[in-house]
């Protein structure tokens, strides 16, 4: 393993907590990755564990963080009802504590839930960041939560590289694309072929035939 992973937190007062796990590579580019997880998981899903895995050994450092809406879960709250407010809240605050440890470029992104604060951190609170990585965009399908979901597009001045499901029913890949055409500045989306909406194999019986990780790594260098 050509990287560490090490606890990551801020308890300063002023704003939420920010709490996660950050892969130290052995030999580091100076560039960064935040990367937070969807609405019904957290930084241990498989998905954020491999994307850490293959940037670190990349020599990417990546903080896998929390979102302030997991991390105040209870012992019966298993899938505790995302904040919004309170998570971009946290996410940007996150965004800043990274930044400060980060010598290169930043770049900021996540999972469904988490990938669409990180567009929105970008559009309205662009400062420190060079880049986005968005996994599994929750677009839906449905024209009037189409728009919501995609009202900031036409403020992002941030590149962004969106990585998608080929089977994924909350967001036809068609409708994405023809969603990212409203952003101002150069954008490229990656469709992994029988992928559902968390990235995984849209069919149960049938294993991915690509490494999801593999190719968004590679998708990155080049498109960055």
Not at 33 to 58: K, Q, R, Y
Not at 194 to 199: Q, V
Request: with cysteine.
């Amino acid at each position: 393993m050509s990287f560490t992973i090490l606890p990551f937190s801020d308890e300063s007062p002023g704003g939420p907590t920010v709490r996660g796990a950050v892969h130290r590579p052995a030999a580091p580019s100076g560039d960064g990755l935040l990367l937070t997880h969807g609405a019904n998981f957290d930084i241990d899903n498989p998905l954020l564990v491999s994307m850490a895995v293959a940037f670190a050994e990349g020599g990417v450092t990546v903080l896998r963080c929390n979102l302030p809406s997991r991390q105040s879960r209870t012992q019966q709250q298993r899938r505790p009802r995302p904040n919004p407010v309170l998570d971009r809240a946290g996410l940007h605050r996150a965004v800043r504590c990274f930044r400060q440890t980060v010598s290169g470029r930043m770049f900021i992104g996540g999972q469904s839930y988490g990938g669409r604060l990180a567009t929105m951190i970008a559009a309205d609170e662009p400062e420190g960041i060079d880049g986005l990585l968005v996994l599994g965009y929750p677009l839906q399908t449905e024209e009037k939560a189409r728009e919501a979901r995609t009202r900031h597009f036409t403020r992002l001045q941030i590149r962004a590289l969106f990585v998608h499901g080929s089977k994924d029913q909350m967001a036809p890949p068609q409708l994405l694309r023809e969603a990212i055409t409203a952003i101002p500045v150069e954008t490229r989306l990656v469709e992994i072929e029988g992928a559902g909406h968390s990235l995984g194999s849209a069919n149960p019986k049938e294993e991915l035939k690509v490494d999801v990780a593999a190719v968004t790594y590679g998708a990155f260098r080049e498109f960055f």
